[in-house]
Antibody, heavy 120, light 109 residues
Framework: EVQLVESGGGLIQPGGSLRLSCAAS????????MSWVRQAPGKGLEWVSVIYSDGAIYYADSVKGRFTISRDNSKNTLYLQMNSLRAEDTAVYYC??????????????WGQGTLVTVSS | EIVLTQSPATLSLSPGERATLSCRAS??????LAWYQQKPGQAPRLLIY???NRATGISARFSGSGSGTDFTLTISSLEPEDFAVYYC???????????FGPGTKVDIK
């Protein structure tokens, strides 16, 4: 059974850093593309970043230069290092898995999310 | 960058009624469009991919159609558990980024 479990969220001051983790089970993170998607309170879904099985990485403009996506194959875990955090980064952060297909654009499994609150 | 718009923003219906949700892309996405359902406090759930294919375990009362720029999600007969927010989503190749529509909330009339 595929499972994604996020952790690492919390309250952080503006300008601070936080690292989110997404522990995967039931599949290998390096075999699928994996993304982070966030949702600000009461708002819609916003894609943050993706890492493909070949290692290619992309970011939304809103986080480029501040956030870094990575994975640890030995731990089967996805990460999101968030630096220079701003109030507008406050959101529930979901990790999501893409299927093993050639033209991958959607997400078939999602974690339960972890809340990041950026506030002084 | 491809922009997705969804209409209506809110759809007020009664259980048993048919729901028709629209998603429009600012340029053609072929059939590469997905639909998700999200209930309060829960993660999104994949309903439809490739515009018309139901994801594993999704009820046959959910159906998707369309290609190019205009897409529709239809719920044939609303069940109580179907009242939720629905998002469409696609990926553009240049620049590479994933985009969600703003969502349609289906609530109980």
């Amino acid at each position: 059974e595929v499972q994604l479990v996020e952790s690492g969220g919390g309250l952080i001051q503006p300008g601070g850093s936080l690292r989110l983790s997404c522990a995967a089970s039931g599949f290998t993170v390096s075999s699928n593309y994996m993304s982070w998607v966030r949702q600000a309170p009461g708002k819609g879904l916003e894609w943050v970043s993706v890492i493909y099985s070949d290692g290619a990485i992309y970011y939304a403009d809103s986080v480029k230069g501040r956030f870094t996506i990575s994975r640890d194959n030995s731990k089967n875990t996805l990460y999101l290092q968030m630096n220079s955090l701003r109030a507008e980064d406050t959101a529930v952060y979901y990790c999501a898995r893409g299927p093993m297909i050639v033209v991958g654009y959607y997400f078939d499994y999602w974690g339960q999310g972890t809340l990041v609150t950026v506030s002084s | 960058e491809i922009v997705l718009t969804q209409s209506p923003a809110t759809l007020s219906l009664s259980p048993g009624e048919r729901a028709t949700l629209s998603c429009r892309a600012s340029q053609s996405v072929s059939s590469h469009l997905a639909w998700y359902q999200q209930k309060p406090g829960q993660a999104p759930r994949l309903l439809i991919y490739d515009a018309s294919n139901r994801a594993t375990g999704i009820s046959a009362r959910f159906s998707g159609s369309g290609s190019g720029t205009d897409f529709t999600l239809t719920i044939s007969s609303l069940e109580p558990e179907d009242f939720a927010v629905y998002y469409c989503q696609q990926r553009s190749n240049w620049p590479l980024l994933f985009t969600f529509g703003p969502g349609t909330k289906v609530d109980i009339k």
